[in-house]
């Protein structure tokens, strides 16, 4: 019996828009790097979609390398990055970060969510000790959107973030991996728009959003991160068939299928909560994304794992655990139904 | 008029053969970070074709990356590696090696070749030094095959230097990004066989050689680089989805298709220099492999250029330059047939 | 009105046996790097007083120097360094061990100590972690006798905290950087044979302890840290004339000077808290070292820092804060007793 | 018998002034890490001897610590430092600049020195290069003076190579190890006013130059290194009780005592080059500071070495070795005329 698979929003290959036009380009010659025309044009669908006409956009591989790469180029050795103590910098990327040099700072957060007055009281008590200039400089704040939790943070929530980010000169960094899913939340406000005005720098995520695999670092002010294209070859970042790249971001931000590929992840989970709250099952943590967080009875987990791959996300109890089930652009209504009738 | 290209061997897409597998598979489940069926059965093709049934076999996406990550995960911090001084980590890579706080010891080579006696020589003077402790210690050799000029080490070369490492117990990790254009070179005596059995790494190029991207790390010794996979994450190197990189090495481990796509780069490689000399062009560094480094007279180049894109590789005098002409699994004989008209 | 300085045991020269023995080596001649006689001879003195005849001695130049050192040195790249989450390591050296390229694995401490069971907990709950290779892995537990709050552990504690490390293939390393004032406090029954028993490195504070600057690394097994003196200079913590820490540490190690040290600086802390306690103050943190901590109503305390130079550690609430007053071996009965009239 | 010393200028302890006044202040109470009224004595008196009034002055434990730090704190992750192949941090420093992830850019040197034009063609070259922004970023230019061979540079050299610094914005860097030695040699014409208007950065060493140990890091404006302190410490190179560096520098720069310990290991070099010439000894490598290299035959060198401890620098052929002879504040006139009986 196949198995049903909710594992992950990465357990396929790309939408089909993309792997299209993969093919139809498949021959062409082009420069390597990310110098190409599909580079660029990648680049001015995503300024344009930014409205942010300046900004300079580069293509990276993945997630961990991106954040590592960004973080390091933007902060001073002496600085670390602030983070929620559930950011995924903090956990799950293998010391990428402290890798580099640099410690994560991580402070309390509620839903996944960093509250600006947590960041702002942590700074303005770093700054009174006597002893500050012995310690890790908070140089930047780290979110991601959405979370870890799959929640999101509101345009106001971000405001004030980036008001004490200027109260005290640390830079805004966002770690988009899954943004497509939080630009379509239902109770969104937060555009890209928004996150070019309001960041030092942000990724698009694609390996989580459709493409192959890929992320678009923006950087609204083109001086902000100077020699960024060695920084990320130093970092092994650079991929040598840019277009690649360049091709699988075009197709996301031709047509709307960013905002497509966002919508069916977003409205597959929906559905599923509904499912699930109807069954009388308890969301761990409710959000308006592609994450399903679940508890389940022990018992009742190991029946469901027969039929459905799902991440076991932690104890709760002796007899409960959390799980979670992700959709995708990729996940149909007859995915969901045939999840229902396991559940 | 549609220019012909020869600037590089990662100018297109991938082989169709791996774009059609690619397809086939695209809305399949997987799980991620390379533990599907597809990367392992990549993995059980690349140790079966190089005879090393217990090797390790790992994707990463770049060479650099793939570089930078096994250098950094085979050397302890006091130790530096031995390189060519025109080889790739000690000038192309934007310090990638050094910014893992490893120095590169650069030696003079002789086409792109590091000799046994030049090694042995270097070490022993080392050793010799009263001041030895207080340098950077010689921890691995690293070659590449091809090299940098596209010339090959003969099997009996690399004993030569295995026997080096093994005086002086010292890694030898071989670069293996055009890995396919040198197995097929006439002259070469060099097997993936003999490679696991002289290397402590290695690695078969994917992005050169056919793939969209994506490089295979053999280690032939299973328990030679513990925790290696969390280091591939930390350096920001692991693929979420991993089966691209199994499924494309997959591919290229099936029916022969390395070699072909070797053995298409040498056959072009090899007509284009047969015209060129017939034409009376001289080669700058005569090779077997996919890459053609020609002396050219400026006046004549810039005319080239109208018609070709190449890669300017040094200037030679006032009025010559060296080009490189690359050839890939994707030349034609029309594409060659062009360049010989505009030659 | 001259001053009452309580605010650190680093705030006078170094012992007077040591300057007079400094003096009388003055003007002879020595090798360096810690290759003369007089290092050799304290060296000889540690492994005896340690009870430890092969252990590796190496004497640095301070702190947080040694501590980012050794932790590097012991540590794989894809490890992290447990430890109290008041640890100096994750508070005070400025990210020293994160620019190592390592992360701290803070846990929660009682009294500035950490206990078996909490290490015990983390790396079994990390184990058992679906995702425990994308994560740092436990290397290493850095604990500090005395600790931050000049509590110590057992020999109990620490033979059950070497049995977690043994369980899970982890190191331990001991900063000892006041440890002289742990050797002889009230209750203690930790030795420095016992230190040599249980650690895979730990470290005998001198800069502390009397001496004008440096720290003795003491090696148990000489095999544990291969090329260390390499990667000593490396840190940039090598010092050219090692005999000034040679001679320094022999002293030390000559007459029972550390015992004297660290009985002085005790003697005059238990002093200091009997005084507090017959007046009325409230201990913060009861200890039986040389460090003495008050919780003060903040207008007492603004007028004691007209005569006493204090440490200020920390707000406790809105009118009450916690200060440290630290002893030394240069702390006599009169200051203590000058001290007492301003409280 | 015993043996005569001129292995190195760092084989005695302090100069008897710096002692002497480091017993005087033993006892005295200061605060830590350099805030003292000590060190910043010494500093005003080192802004004063360099006619930079707004300068920050650190003070450092030893030479590689201090090249490490500086060079770490002042080049941005993808810039590295040009230095001389003969460079100290090319050579002698274990990889301490590449630990901190940053190469060095070594260039032909002659007689230890480099030129400006040599530096001017690299960088010219390297921004010529297509690839240059996937190469190291030359950031900096790394001197020292007096150079590893003891040759010093002149002032029209100095701001010749300040000019090629200005015009490709490369930061000046020199490392004054043995800077006192430079100061008083016979056709100096480089003062400390000079440095401190031509580098971004230099240090005056203590080290070699009379101290116990430190070298003080002048940085002519006081904005070039913002933090530098807390990387000083994130480097381990904050001395806990920074008074014992304060001291000896402001001993050092009292009494023009500095200019004395530079003249003194000076004048006793000249005499003994005098003596060697008389003999007919070949000097390997005139320089007027405190360095003398001599060629010896080996016979006779073994001889020499049955009385006198000196430097073996290289091999120069089969039966002659290169040896170096230092002399310091310490040499005495008995000590030369002791020597020359063993010539």
Redesign the interface.
């Known amino acids: 019996m196949t ?1 049903l ?1 909710f ?2 929003d ?5 939408h ?1 828009e993309i ?1 299209k036009r ?2 139809e ?9 990310g110098t190409d025309a599909y580079s660029n044009q990648a680049r001015a669908a995503i300024r344009s979609a930014c409205k942010a006409k300046d900004a300079m956009v580069y293509f990276l ?9 960004v973080i ?2 933007m902060l ?3 600085e ?1 990055a602030i983070a929620a103590d559930t950011g995924h910098i903090n ?6 970060v ?7 700072l991580a402070l309390p957060s509620k839903e996944g969510k960093l509250a600006a007055t947590t960041i702002d009281t942590f700074v303005a008590g770093f700054l009174k000790d ?2 500050w ?5 908070p140089g930047m704040v780290y979110l991601s959107q959405p979370t870890e939790y799959g929640t999101i943070y509101s345009k106001a929530e971000l405001e004030q973030i980036r008001e004490v980010c200027l109260k005290y000169n640390m830079k805004l960094y966002i770690d988009g991996a899954r943004l497509a899913y939080a630009l379509e939340a239902d109770g969104n406000d937060v555009t890209l728009e928004d996150l070019a005005k309001l960041c030092d720098a942000f990724y698009i995520g694609g ?2 959003c459709g493409a ?2 890929g992320e678009a670092v923006v950087v609204p002010d083109p001086k902000a991160i ?2 960024f ?3 990320i ?9 840019g ?2 790249l360049g091709i699988q971001f075009g197709c996301l931000f031709t047509d709307g299928l960013y905002e497509r590929v966002g919508a069916n992840g977003v409205a597959m989970a929906n559905r599923l909560r509904q499912i699930l709250q109807d069954k009388g099952y308890e969301l761990y943590m409710p959000n308006p994304t592609n994450q399903v967080f679940v508890v389940m009875d022990n018992d009742r987990l190991a029946r469901l794992q027969e039929r459905v ?1 799902c ?2 996300w932690e104890a709760l109890d002796d007899s409960h655990t959390v799980i979670r089930l992700a959709t995708s652009w ?1 996940t149909t209504e007859a995915d969901i139904q045939a999840l229902a009738e396991c559940l």
Not at 10 to 14: D, L, S
Request: net charge negative; hydrophobic share 30%; proline share 2%.
């Open positions: 198995k698979y594992a992950s990465y357990q396929e290959g790309a089909p792997m993969l093919m380009t498949n021959l062409e010659h082009t420069e390597g790097y591989g993945g997630g961990t390398q991106t954040n590592a790469t390091a180029s001073a050795s002496y670390g956990v799950h990327e293998a010391g990428a402290e890798y580099t040099g640099h410690r994560v006597d002893s200039d012995h310690m890790v400089y390996t989580k192959l695999f100077p020699h294209f060695t920084m070859k130093q970092h092994g970042a650079l991929t040598a068939k277009r690649i791959v991440s076991v990729a």
